[in-house]
């Protein structure tokens, strides 16, 4: 993996700026670990439509990041985390977020996380490129987010809840993770509600491989625990940054 950035040829992939107006680059192949880190090193990411159709590769016009200026911490949060409702950890249970993320809430059989997706990504998981964080109630798993390390590149891919609010919570302590830990580009592939209402934006895609290029080649690592306080999260949202 070395040498890694968007602006060189990938082995799998057309370039990322050849995107159809729908932002689809390919269709077809595997989900194969080198071919997913292929995929996110260029600047792609996999959509599938169902568990029976070819896999849909992606680089829409516009992509979601957060950016650490932006952040925003809604104002009914901050009592939750400063009580810490819920027990924040990293990488405890990996499988069951994932697992989680296609299923909670009514969303089984009706997410692009089908389950070629979650043995690969549980692959990526034991290889050390897929990391979750985990917010525990009273023993339960309550919500998480999981995503995808490529050195200066997070890319989140879901989350869920079971309790109110604790996947919010889950994302903003892997944000205050990730800064400690000095990544340059968190991704969140399309903005939604949720990730807006906590500060995320859009950026058009030519910047956005800019950005990865240059996060690619940041010495950083996600780490083997959890490197952030209730203080780190509530620190996030900059005074006056909205």
Not at 111 to 117: D, G, H
Not at 182 to 199: A, E, F, N
Not at 205 to 227: K, M, P
């Amino acid at each position: 993996m070395d040498d890694l950035s968007p602006f060189r040829p990938s082995r799998f992939f057309p370039p990322a700026e050849s995107a159809n107006r729908y932002g689809v680059v390919a269709v077809g192949g595997t989900l194969h670990p080198e071919v997913l880190l292929d995929a996110y090193a260029h600047g792609i990411f996999p959509w599938p439509i169902d568990e029976n159709s070819p896999i849909v590769w992606a680089s829409p016009g516009t992509r979601a990041i957060f950016e650490w200026e932006h952040i925003h911490i809604p104002h009914r949060l901050r009592p939750i985390i400063k009580r810490g409702d819920f027990q924040i950890t990293v990488d405890r249970d990996f499988p069951a977020v994932i697992r989680a993320c296609a299923t909670a809430n009514g969303r089984s059989g009706a997410t692009w996380i089908t389950p070629a997706m979650i043995e690969a990504y549980i692959r990526l998981h034991e290889l050390g490129y897929a990391h979750s964080v985990e917010a525990w109630k009273e023993g339960e798993l309550a919500g998480g987010v999981y995503g995808v390390a490529l050195r200066g590149l997070f890319a989140a891919e879901s989350m869920f809840y079971r309790i109110s609010n604790a996947s919010k919570v889950a994302l903003l302590y892997l944000l205050a993770h990730l800064k400690t830990r000095g990544y340059p580009l968190v991704d969140i592939q399309m903005l939604t509600p949720v990730t807006q209402s906590l500060g995320a934006r859009t950026i058009r895609r030519r910047q956005y491989l800019h950005r990865l290029a240059l996060a690619l080649r940041a010495n950083v690592t996600f780490g083997a625990t959890l490197e952030a306080t209730a203080t780190d999260v509530l620190a996030l949202e900059k005074p006056g940054a909205q």
